[in-house]
């Protein structure tokens, strides 16, 4: 096996004008354009050497074939095309072995030709230049063949225009940008430039088809390439045997021969070899497999440097650490101190890397750090709240709300990290001291414009830098703890990548990316246009033998995974040749501006208009709004082509300003969604608390009632010995209330008759008139025998309180049988209120009425003095009386 070697990529050239997106995860610059020549500047890898074989005699102009070589046909070209061509053609030939000047010289002489060229002409050329043949996939710049693709288009607008019987032509007066001179400027401000695109897509459609002819044939594929492919690229790393498994006598499992083979056996000694040949079924190999003395310069020197290159380039790249818990990932990918992990390598050697190719500080390197944690995204960088992700389709996936961190320096961005890093989930488990707890993913852009000879050329490139955390058994960590969740949310989301893995294996329509914030997180780096590296890390323990069978079968399955074409994310800024060329481009450009403001103010009048509608409008509405085209008066004056680009304009622009409404509301949406969980689980959790409180009280009350029938119970009980001093108590305390009323009653109501007999004795003298007494005499004020009675009652206190008293005992020896009694009666018997309501219904009789009733004979002895006594009153005076009673 031939030792493997750091593999070069070839300096690729892409025009591409739709800038990609900035924060998507690998996602950059879906779509975008490629076309990928080979320079001769460059080291040739062995995939271009082959092409170069191949086509070697055409090159040399050697015929070897029917076909003519690439210069032979520009040359045969040219001179039939216009004769001042054919001078041109001695200067073709004498660079013809200098590739550099050979391509300059090809682009001024089209350039020079084109320019004088009729229409049809200009086509032809455009046509037969437009056809790549594999040499000129070779040699020619792609500056040269988007150009003939750009003029082929102007070329064909040109016929058209001449067919329509317009006169105007378009002229290329410049190798920059080229743009119609004499056509009616009118609402064509942005022509040019839809042409230059126009153009350059078509030129990216050819470059890219043929880049994956090249590929299907064998050259170019990611493996030799050196990882910016299409396919991952996939390592292996050995972790020296820790001091805990030493000490417990675990062996080595796992053997790496000629740096890429991987022998897995549960017994091996450094010497076996026969039963390493035996154990070939558990054999795999892998793009680089490194032993456990491995350093971590080495590591990322193969692993990781060609894709910060690759990001250099304007390209996705990603590196992953995937493996059990405690075999090594975190360690890969942060390292320490002393022995700095890929992730800080990487970022230093961008930042040198970076300094060399933009020195003049034209760069910008932006950072985020997140992490996924029990199946939520957090920012590492600003914890806060939970993040959502996002996908569209101009995107990716994105985590909505993700700080950005600008860093100018890689101990800036070595800072951050070890901020995320604090802020990450790390806890220890029996297998290892720092256990991961969730998934790292570092995003970091880099922005950077590098002056070029025909103008500035801006490039964009992320690379995403993921510790993934490691699978576990649940009895290899803690059981029935937080960490067992955690456990179990790491091995859901690390079986969800192994789904999404076999199915891209597999060549599955649809890959489960979904299943998982990881999954959703790595789609771009799994299946999109983005050059990634795994890093499977296992332990070389035996008792591990089960979890590094398991990573090196995802390992090698990963291995096959074709990743999408990742093209370079550029965007050139021609520049153009001379003095006159430059002010042309500038009036031009001026024109171009004035232009394009009196569109927008157009359009911007236009919006106003249709504002209300598309606010008041729901996402369903939004979608199906009906077109209203701008200012039509205007339109209706203008050139039919301008005003289809007008209407294109607007049309475009009402699609966005509906799908930004839309993104609103559905974010409007989602947050009221949120605010509505928040709010049930506010009132879940308070219907608990209050449901809990109820529950407290009910306990309380019924432990009261219970005390209440207990107290009410010994009462009863007791009040069957009469004569108790408890009940003596009972009794006490309501007589002693009723008496008080009592006897505020009876002052009140003597001071009220007083007065009255006062008034009255004041009236009779004034009359001089006698008071008689008796029968049918008049009296004044109120019955004399009310007053003696209250007084009575209430100097006859001890005797009335007495008889209530015996009264009440009576009672209350009488009721204990019944079991209402027991429980609930008593209470009433005294209540004071209860008494005051009997004496109430006493005073409804009169004193005449006592008086004179049938059972006015039983009058007190005691009581002849002439006042009433209360016995007479109902409820006493009815009651039979046995002359042992003392009343
Ligand atoms: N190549 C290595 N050289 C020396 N020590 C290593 C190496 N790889 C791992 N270790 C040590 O092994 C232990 C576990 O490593 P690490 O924390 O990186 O594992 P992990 O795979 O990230 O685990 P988890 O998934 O639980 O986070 C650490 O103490 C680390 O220092």
Redesign the pocket.
Known sequence: MPPVSTPTYPRKEVVNLQRPSRFSLGGVGKGANAMQPIQEERPMTRSQSKVREKYAPFAQGAVSSNKPSFSVQLESTMKTSHPSVSLLTPRVKQHQHSQENHHQQLQQSLMKSLRKTSVLEQRKHAEEYAQPTPMEVDLVTPRVRHLSTTLLSLAKQNEKRVRNGDNTEVARPSRGLPFASGIKTTGMASEPMSMLKSGLKTASLRARQVHEDMERGGGGSGEEDGGVGTRIMVYVRL??M?KKEKESGARSCVKIDNKRDVYLTEMALETDYLRLKRLRGRHFTFDAAFP?NTSQEEVYQTSAANLVEAVLEGRNASVFCY?A???????TMLGTVQQLGVMVLALKDLFAKLKQRSPEGEHVVRLSYLEVYNETVRDLLSPGRPLVLREDSRQGITAAGLTQYQAFSADEVIELLHKGNTNRQTEP?R??????RSHAILQVLVEYSVPQEIGKVLRVGKLSLIDL??SERALATDQRTLRSVEGANINRSLLALSSCINALVEGKKHIPFRNSKLTQLLKDSLGGACSTAMIA?VSPSNSSFGETQNTLHWAARAKEIKTKGNEANEEIHLMPEDQEEKSKLLAQMQKENQMLRLQIARLERSFLANQNNVSAATPAAVGSMPFTPAVPSRRNSMDPGAAATLDTVVRREHKTMAEKKIWELQRTVELLEMEAEKTRRDGALREEKMNASIMALTAEHNLQLKRKDEYIRNLCNSMNKVGSPAVEKVVASPIKCLEKILSQRAKAKDKAVSEKADKAAAVAAEKGSQYNTPKGSTHTGSRPGSSVRATTLAKADPKTLGVTTRRMKRIAQQTPASPVAKTSVLPRFFSPSKAEEQFASCKKRTFWDITNSPNSHMRSPGLSNGRTSLLRQPGFARRKISPEHDY
């Open positions: 972790r020296p820790s456990d493996g818990t405690g075999a090594g990932k975190t360690h488990t297998c290892n001291e720092t256990s991961s955390a490691g890390n």
